[in-house]
């Protein structure tokens, strides 16, 4: 059995559906009916649950994005710095293997080669690198609390996109935003990022620090190309003039856009589709919200 932390949120619930998919046992745990958010709380519930494996989707992102980070600070550090510092202990008292959800948002550009950050590279893009948001230092600092830790793995999410439409799914937001930042990124097919966490745990990869995005890395211009073309869209898409202008019409908070490596990942044996490929096949498969 395992337990699930964070199964109501975005990210979580695709872990719902993918370890019921898979006929695998678990239990999603809410702060509502459980807070595993007290050290005590979360041993008692591994000493009564008894799990082989902890997954950690919690964390605080901000709604509708990132922005609201800098509004809510205590509750962005205590889910994204202080919680995995909780479940670490909690998991080690108990000699429990566990993964935890950490975002590529840490870094921003590329190595100085023009290649992706590497597992290796310090983060760029946070308290100790700044300018950073307030949402990519917390969760920077939450790896921190990770550094050497036996028996985890940290999973490094990038933009999440599906081909179901959603106000989180990043395609969503590309065809719904009134204008778009040009910028590149790397960016992570939901269903794949989480079949990429469980293939670590079941098929006991190394322990450790994982980018897991699809490969390469696509320009919002390349991404809207793609709109135009497999959802048939003949609209105007509108961009802002640079970062300095988003900057301006937004709230001022600093995104990170970067491009990760994800070749750890692939030498474990996972077959992750190439980022154009993927966005293609959801644009193609596409489910309209209703
Ligand atoms: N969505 C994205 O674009 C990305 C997300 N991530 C990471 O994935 C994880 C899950 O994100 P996502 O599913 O999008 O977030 P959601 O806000 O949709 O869900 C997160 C869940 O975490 C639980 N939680 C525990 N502590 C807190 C807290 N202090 N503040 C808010 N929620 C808390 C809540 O569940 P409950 O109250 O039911 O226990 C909540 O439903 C986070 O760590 C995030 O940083 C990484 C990269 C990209
Ligand atoms: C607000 C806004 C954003 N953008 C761009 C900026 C950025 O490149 C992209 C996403 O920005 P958003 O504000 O929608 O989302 P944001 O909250 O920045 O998204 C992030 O969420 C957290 C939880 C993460 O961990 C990240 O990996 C990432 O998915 O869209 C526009 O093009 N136009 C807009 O009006």
């Known amino acids: 059995m395992m337990l699930l932390l964070g199964g109501s949120g975005y990210v979580g619930r695709i872990f719902a559906r993918r370890l019921s998919d898979r006929g695998l046992d678990f239990q999603a745990i809410s702060r509502r009916h459980y807070d595993y958010t007290r050290r ?51 998991c080690e008292l108990r000699n429990l293997p566990w993964g935890h959800v950490s975002s590529g948002c840490i870094y921003n550009g590329t190595r100085p080669d023009g290649s992706g950050f590497r597992e290796t590279d310090p983060p760029n893009f946070c308290f100790r690198s700044p300018p950073c948001s307030f949402y990519s230092g917390s969760k920077a600092l939450g790896e921190e609390c990770l550094q050497d830790a036996d028996n985890v793995f940290v999973w490094r999410l990038r933009i999440p996109f599906s081909n179901r439409d959603g106000p989180r799914n990043y395609l969503s937001k590309m065809m719904r935003y009134d204008r778009l930042l040009e910028v590149t990124n790397s960016l992570a097919d939901a269903d794949e990022f989480v079949d990429a966490c469980l293939h670590c745990w079941q098929n006991r990869v190394p322990f450790g620090i994982y980018n897991i995005v699809n490969s390469g890395a696509v320009s919002t211009g390349e991404v809207v190309q793609l709109i135009r073309t497999h959802r048939k869209i003949s609209r105007p898409f509108q961009f802002f003039r640079d970062e300095a202008e988003f900057l301006n019409a937004t709230s001022g908070v600093p995104r990170s856009s970067c491009m990760l ?4 990942l692939i030498r474990t044996g996972f077959p992750i589709r190439d980022v154009r490929e993927a966005v293609a096949e959801a644009l193609q498969t596409w489910q309209p919200e209703r």
């Open 40 to 90: 005590d709380r979360l041993i008692e519930l591994i000493d009564q649950t008894r799990p082989s494996f902890l997954i950690n989707a919690a964390g605080y992102t901000g709604k509708p994005n990132v922005e609201a980070c800098e509004h809510h600070q205590a509750d962005c550090l205590l889910g994204n710095a202080v919680l995995p510092g909780i479940v670490r202990e909690a």
């Open 261 to 264: 490596d994800n070749s750890k």
